[in-house]
T-cell receptor, first 115, second 110 residues
Framework: EAGVTQFPSHSVIEKGQTVTLRCDPI?????LYWYRRVMGKEIKFLLH????????ESGMPNNRFLAERTGGTYSTLKVQPAELEDSGVYFC?????????????FGPGTRLTVT | RKEVEQDPGPFNVPEGATVAFNCTYS??????FFWYRQDCRKEPKLLMS???SGNEDGRFTAQLNRASQYISLLIRDSKLSDSATYLC???????????FGAGTQVVVTP
């Protein structure tokens, strides 16, 4: 079974540009989460989809970040316009929630550098 | 105060030795608890879930103390491949939102 995949693995953009990150969850996983790790800090929650609906977006830093999950399959996270403080590693995770388990499976992450 | 706190280490452990470390959490309503391991520049990988009664998976033993709000991880007979950062993870709500500790680094030496 394929794991969570993310694209691109790395992205270097200039301040003010736009970047779109993509996440493909494990097939059949209704729950999709985005997290971010900035340098020297712990991994922080950004938002959670259940199928195509946003269940919780309380961790989104500001309105420059827009996440979508059309059709309840893959998700995109767009940053527009990017700022220097957006640099970090963006992880996506998915979970099936079978048997009441909240275990999440993470993708390899997208390392975003804003210069 | 951070929601999930861990000793950052590093814990330098001779191969074959035992190492143990804790993690404390602030939200008494937290429902689920996990240990993930993260290798350098890689994604977190699930090591084990932590259950109220404590649980063991091979050389790894996890304990949960709800009264004192901490979880622990013990690694027996450490292998070189156990060198990693161990992330303590707590769910913050009934939707599985993860709260991470900053991680405990373990370095197993020959």
């Amino acid at each position: 079974e394929a794991g969570v995949t993310q694209f691109p693995s790395h992205s270097v953009i200039e301040k003010g540009q736009t970047v779109t990150l993509r996440c493909d969850p494990i097939s059949g996983h209704d729950n999709l989460y985005w997290y971010r790790r900035v340098m020297g800090k712990e991994i922080k929650f950004l938002l959670h989809f259940v199928k195509e609906s946003k269940q919780d977006e309380s961790g989104m830093p500001n309105n420059r970040f827009l996440a979508e999950r059309t059709g309840g399959t893959y998700s995109t996270l767009k940053v527009q316009p990017a700022e220097l403080e957006d640099s970090g590693v963006y992880f996506c995770a998915s979970s099936p929630w079978t048997s009441g388990s909240y275990e999440q499976y993470f993708g390899p992450g997208t390392r975003l550098t804003v210069t | 105060r951070k929601e999930v706190e861990q000793d950052p280490g590093p814990f330098n452990v001779p191969e074959g030795a035992t190492v143990a470390f804790n993690c404390t959490y602030s939200n008494s309503a937290s429902q689920s608890f996990f240990w993930y391991r993260q290798d350098c520049r890689k994604e977190p990988k699930l090591l084990m879930s932590v259950y109220s009664s404590g649980n063991e998976d091979g050389r790894f033993t996890a304990q949960l103390n709800r009264a004192s709000q901490y979880i622990s991880l013990l690694i027996r007979d450490s292998k070189l491949s156990d060198s990693a950062t161990y992330l303590c993870v707590v769910t913050a709500d009934s939707w599985g939102k993860f709260q991470f500790g900053a991680g405990t680094q373990v370095v197993v030496t020959p």
